[in-house]
């Protein structure tokens, strides 16, 4: 009997990562699933899942994440799934730096951390799959979300180099970009711009109130927003295929935004992105 496949997904309290690690374990992976709070760490336990507390942004949870997981395999891991985010809306200029700080904790440098984790015990197996769940805005920016599209285009960065660099190495790294995906995602938003954003003393004041009013509806609305397995499709493939991509880019509007960035000349281009 095959030995079942074990796989650490984060970020999985609600949207992509708590569907990736349910239909993970209905395919028969050995799922580690984190979270932050702890109906959220129950309820995953509930649907059989093995849940653990990780907050990207406490360095402490990461390593005792780890160990934990270590314990719970005999110190073995096939695959890492990064996901857990927010986005830091606001326009640039408003952005204190200490939300900037704050967004590149959650989402870059802790994912790092939990990499340089994972990385030599997959070295050690000969074998392993790191997949990022990045965004379109990795690849492509929109105004409004400076502090996000720095983040994401750090992660994509990163992770390219990583997997130059574990090539020949029996460990393949994906990046999955997404677009608009049905999540809680602007609510988290929306959160973050009330914290940290003085929307009526900006300049932009007016240009804002029609971003809060998306934000408050849920965020952008597109007849093109998928559902979460649309990202567990594309992992599936980062995490089985014997040749699995360095980018997967998920649902139409993100498609489109890479064939525009790779035809039209660049004035154009953030022309068009300008006035969305």
Not at 136 to 143: A, C, E, N, Q, T
Not at 157 to 173: D, F, N, P, Q, Y
Not at 247 to 253: D, L
Request: charged share 25%; proline share 5%.
């Amino acid at each position: 009997m095959a030995k079942q496949r074990t796989i650490l997904v984060t970020g999985c309290s609600s949207g992509i990562g708590a569907h990736c690690a349910r239909a993970l374990k209905a395919d028969g992976w050995r799922v580690f699933a984190t979270a932050r709070r702890p109906e959220d760490i129950d309820a995953l336990a509930a649907d059989g899942l093995e849940g653990f507390y990780l907050d990207y942004r406490e360095e402490d949870s990461i390593t005792a994440l780890f160990d934990a997981v270590m314990e719970q395999t005999g110190g073995t891991l096939d695959a890492l799934f990064n996901n857990g985010a927010y986005a830091q809306p606001g326009a640039v200029e408003d952005v204190p730096t200490e939300a900037l700080r704050e967004q590149f904790e959650a989402a870059f440098f802790g994912w790092h951390t939990l990499t340089r984790l994972a990385v030599p015990v997959m070295r050690q197996a000969g074998h392993g799959r790191i997949v990022q769940c990045s965004s379109i805005l990795g690849l492509v920016p929109m105004r409004w979300r400076g502090a996000y599209n720095a983040v994401k285009h750090a992660l994509e960065g990163m992770t390219l180099t990583l997997r130059m660099e574990l090539a020949g190495s029996g460990i393949h790294v994906s990046l999955i970009e997404p677009g608009p995906i049905e999540t809680k995602f602007a609510s988290n938003a929306l959160a973050y711009i009330e914290k940290y954003i003085d929307v009526e003393g900006s300049a932009h004041n007016r240009d804002y109130q029609p971003e809060l009013q998306r934000l408050r509806q849920g965020g952008v609305r597109s007849k093109h927003k998928l559902p979460p397995d649309a990202v567990y499709t594309v992992l599936k493939h980062a995490l089985e295929s014997s040749r699995p991509r360095p980018h997967y880019v998920v649902t139409r509007p993100a498609k489109i935004g890479v064939a525009m960035k790779r035809l039209l000349p660049a004035d154009m281009l953030y022309g068009i992105l300008r006035s969305r």
